[in-house]
């Protein structure tokens, strides 16, 4: 079964897989490779088609950003 989950507001729709595709590619620009997160939080806000994110690593580390992602 494939399932797409989508966002909609004010006519536009965003795929959550393209969100998490957004802040992976973030991560992976900042050096952080996948395998040594442990747990991600992702924040959508529709509104202001602006994601944030918080990494923690397996180690304690964290890793968020001030300034949002955008999905185009």
């Not at 006519?11 to 998490?20: G, H, L, P």
């Not at 747990?39 to 950003?65: D, F, H, I, M, R």
Request: aromatic share 6%; no cysteine; net charge negative.
């Amino acid at each position: 079964m494939k399932t797409t989950i989508q966002v909609q507001f004010n006519n536009t729709s965003v795929e959550t897989k393209d969100i998490e595709k957004k802040v992976k590619e973030a991560l992976k620009a900042q050096n952080i490779k996948m395998n040594t997160i442990d747990t991600l939080e992702v924040y959508y806000k529709p509104e202001e088609n602006a994601v944030y994110y918080v990494a923690t690593s397996k180690t304690g580390e964290v890793t968020g950003n001030e300034e949002p992602l955008t999905i185009a």
